[in-house]
């Protein structure tokens, strides 16, 4: 158990403000299910996301990428409607933290960018922030949501070595996986 050095409501020990705004954000308009998993229970604790890095995450990840954010920013965040998601420049720098990704995803920004409180599940914002955090490509110094162990091993995004395990089997299956990623057959 993480030792959290202040408490706030929603069961949160982390802040959590609208980036754009700055209020705090209202967790309790979350979607009803996914919002105690346990890694979104780490994630309102720690503020760092269990999820990036974790393989297992990523085929969930990128089609929940594919489905609510490429339309905007292009199917590898390299930009389109909304910003490149994958260099290290931030319109918002609070967006190098989990917290501010979350927040952003969560609450929304500005104009088009609107908030996916009501169609990702706390849970799926982190899978989906796992995926944004793996399509990265710029240098590691400016990549502070990695950990040390993950800034070692960091290699940028690039799309002919990318090999993306095709069933996930371990922290993000199959429970997460909600029917309507599933094609109907
Ligand atoms: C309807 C179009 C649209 C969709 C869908 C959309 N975005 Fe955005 N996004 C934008 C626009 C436009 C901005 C710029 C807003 C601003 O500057 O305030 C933005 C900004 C952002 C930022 C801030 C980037 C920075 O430089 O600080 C992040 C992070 C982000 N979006 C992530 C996502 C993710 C993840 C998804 C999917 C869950 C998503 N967006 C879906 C249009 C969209």
């Given amino acids: 158990m993480n030792c959290a050095a202040h408490a706030a409501g929603s069961g949160a020990?982390?802040?959590?403000?609208?980036?754009?705004?700055?209020?705090?954000?209202?967790?309790?308009e979350a979607l009803a299910n996914g919002h105690d998993t346990p890694a979104v229970k780490q994630f309102l604790s720690t503020g760092h996301n269990p999820?990036?890095?974790?393989?297992?995450?990523?085929?969930?990840?990128?089609?929940?990428?594919?489905?609510?954010c490429s339309g905007?920013?292009?199917?590898?965040?390299e930009g389109k409607l909304g910003p490149n998601l994958g260099d290290n420049y931030w319109t918002y720098p609070i967006n190098t933290t989990d917290e501010g990704l979350f927040a952003t995803i969560f609450g929304g920004a500005n104009g088009m960018?609107?908030?996916?409180?009501?169609?990702?599940?706390?849970?799926?914002?982190l899978q989906v922030m796992a995926w944004v955090r793996h399509l990265y490509s710029g240098p590691v110094q400016d990549a502070?949501?990695?950990?040390?162990?993950?800034?070692k091993n960091y290699a940028p995004y690039k799309l002919e070595t990318d090999a993306v395990v095709a069933k996930a089997d371990g922290l993000c299956a199959p429970s997460n996986e909600s029917a309507r990623h599933e094609p109907a057959k």
């Fill in 113 to 125: 960018m609107g908030p996916h409180n009501e169609d990702l599940t706390l849970d799926e914002i």
């Fill in 13 to 28: 020990t982390i802040d959590l403000h609208n980036t754009v705004t700055g209020e705090p954000l209202k967790l309790d």
């Fill in 51 to 68: 999820y990036n890095e974790v393989k297992s995450c990523f085929p969930s990840g990128k089609s929940l990428f594919l489905t609510a």
């Fill in 144 to 151: 502070p949501w990695f950990t040390e162990e993950q800034k």
């Fill in 72 to 77: 905007c920013h292009g199917e590898y965040a």
